[in-house]
T-cell receptor
Framework: EPEVTQTPSHQVTQMGQEVILRCVPI?????FYWYRQILGQKVEFLVS????????KSEIFDDQFSVERPDGSNFTLKIRSTKLEDSAMYFC???????????FGPGTRLTVL | QKEVEQNSGPLSVPEGAIASLNCTYS??????FFWYRQYSGKSPELIMS????GDKEDGRFTAQLNKASQYVSLLIRDSQPSDSATYLC????????????FGQGTTLQVKP
């Protein structure tokens, strides 16, 4: 069964460093998302991406964040200068259209020291 | 008012019982509703989707939707210890991007 994959599973970085989180969505899906979940809190939307451009972003998704689909399979989230409060689980998700099921990858645990 | 509300629990039920999980949402225009299961440290796993009023059954799971009351529920029949997890209610936002708005989640404990 097709699934969303994410790498790395755990990333440890120093404050101020850049990180890139990678995702491979399900191959025939058209809509891609990043969410994050701070420990003990709810899953929060970061950004949605469709047709090679951002379709919506949350207040969390400030200038330090960017997304890219560099080729036909990968979808990346870059944090330019990490802060302590960026420590969280980051989930990539994809769906075929905007109303049916959305499937999540296993997540990347980002720890900022 | 929170957009999607769930009782955080924990909800404790004995093995074999029915677990009932509830969720309310604020946007009357929402059209798509989902239940995800999340084990500690893992990602949300889709259990059920429901789009129209009424019940939808899939194995031991039944989702119920009442748009007039802005209420979604999940029933788990014959609960097993392996069902112990946090159950997340998610609603499609009114924007047309398909982003999901999640509730805080209800922690279910099924005791053997």
């Amino acid at each position: 069964e097709p699934e969303v994959t994410q790498t790395p599973s755990h990333q440890v970085t120093q404050m101020g460093q850049e990180v890139i989180l990678r995702c491979v969505p399900i191959s025939n899906h058209l809509y891609f998302y990043w969410y994050r979940q701070i420990l003990g809190q709810k899953v929060e939307f970061l950004v949605s991406f469709y047709n090679n451009e951002i379709s919506e972003k949350s207040e969390i998704f400030d200038d330090q964040f960017s997304v890219e689909r560099p080729d036909g399979s990968n979808f990346t989230l870059k944090i330019r200068s990490t802060k302590l409060e960026d420590s969280a689980m980051y989930f990539c998700a994809s769906r075929l259209d905007t109303y049916n099921e959305q499937f999540f990858g296993p997540g990347t645990r980002l720890t900022v020291l | 008012q929170k957009e999607v509300e769930q009782n955080s629990g924990p909800l404790s039920v004995p093995e074999g019982a029915i677990a009932s999980l509830n969720c309310t949402y604020s946007d009357r225009g929402s059209q798509s509703f989902f239940w995800y299961r999340q084990y500690s440290g893992k990602s949300p796993e889709l259990i059920m989707s429901i789009y129209s009023n009424g019940d939808k059954e899939d194995g031991r799971f039944t989702a119920q939707l009442n748009k007039a009351s802005q209420y979604v529920s999940l029933l788990i029949r014959d609960s097993q210890p392996s069902d112990s997890a946090t159950y997340l209610c998610a609603v499609n936002s009114k924007s047309n991007t398909g982003k999901l708005i999640f509730g805080q989640g209800t922690t279910l404990q099924v005791k053997p």
